[in-house]
């Protein structure tokens, strides 16, 4: 069964837990997530059917194949995996809440183990500037300016692809030449700009900007048709890059890194820790409720590891 199929056979349940998630005033973008992952789920068990089966009839084992699939056929990360089988347990906790079904089979299933306390990927400074200068390189003249004011509101400043996704020009306070910012939770932070990035930022909304059609006008950021810009289409730009990099040879590291958008975000939180700003600023520049995520950005790089160790004088040996 394709996935047209699985949306409308499992439409009232879909439904109703799109419903109930908006009702708790999830963001736009987890609703998306969870749908997304519930879907997935559908169509894993639906997979050699002929006609749907009944969330009822759903057991333990489905799951863990799903789980598996999810491994090893997807490739999905212990992380992906856990915040999949979130979803499934949330969708089922809704229909028994809306007797849809009596039992929930997701809540049997353990969660993949997670390494714990991972070390965040980021781009060094040098790295960032080969990163901004390929922007120019790969992306079409006239969306130049926009993509590098994108990945700099992400690399110096921290913001989520979301939250990018999100900004309107109504967010921008002109005066104190800084953002509101709406995040995770639909909480809302200001974060002053950095002086250049504010001057590029109100030379792209003047002078290169899309015209926005109705309903998208105060989106910051507008595709050629003049809608707000996807998320799927920011981080297409920074995969666009990386691509691009990758291709001249010289930068196979960042393959294994992993680049993407989101680790311009953990360059900027990492650059302000080594450079010796109190967390609790980087906390509130980032938006993390909890200090603990902030803090996994206090690692030491290897070439802070390696000055220290060059600098260190050492003559018992002589």
């Not at 938006?287 to 206090?298: E, F, S």
Request: positive net charge.
């Amino acid at each position: 069964m394709d996935a047209i199929e699985i949306k409308e056979f499992y439409e009232d349940e879909l439904l109703i837990f799109e419903t109930h998630m908006d009702n708790k005033d999830y963001s736009k973008h987890t609703i998306d997530y969870y749908l997304r992952d519930v879907q997935l789920f559908l169509q894993f068990i639906n997979r050699k059917k002929s006609e749907p089966i009944s969330l009822e009839h759903v057991k333990k084992m489905d799951l863990t194949l799903f789980m598996n699939f999810l491994k090893n056929k997807k490739g999905n990360a212990a992380a992906t995996r856990n915040r999949r089988l979130i979803s499934i347990r949330s969708f089922y906790k809704c229909l028994i809440e809306y007797e849809f079904v009596e039992n929930n089979p997701a809540m049997g299933v353990d969660r993949a183990k997670e390494q714990k306390n991972p070390l965040p990927t980021y781009l060094e400074k040098q790295e960032l500037k080969v990163f901004f200068d390929e922007i120019s390189k790969v992306s079409k003249k006239m969306y130049v300016k926009r993509n590098k004011v994108i990945m700099g509101l992400m690399a110096f400043c921290g913001l989520r692809v979301n939250e990018v996704h999100l900004l309107n020009k109504s967010s921008i306070n002109h005066t104190l030449k800084g953002l509101t910012v709406h995040g995770k939770g639909n909480k809302t932070r200001y974060i002053p700009l950095p002086k250049q990035l504010y001057d590029e930022l109100v030379d792209y909304i003047e002078n290169h900007r899309e015209f926005g059609i109705e309903g998208h006008k105060d989106a910051v950021f507008l595709s050629r048709y003049g809608k707000r810009l996807s998320v799927r289409r920011i981080q297409n730009i920074a995969e666009k890059v990386v691509r691009s990099l990758l291709k001249s040879g010289s930068y196979h590291d960042w393959e294994q890194k992993k680049i993407s958008s989101h680790k311009l975000r953990h360059s900027f939180a990492t650059i302000l820790i080594q450079n010796g700003y109190d967390i609790r600023t980087a906390q509130e520049l980032l938006g993390h409720a909890n200090l603990n995520t902030t803090q996994k950005y206090t690692h030491v790089s290897d070439a802070a590891k390696q000055k220290v160790m060059d600098e260190m004088d050492i003559d018992v040996f002589t």
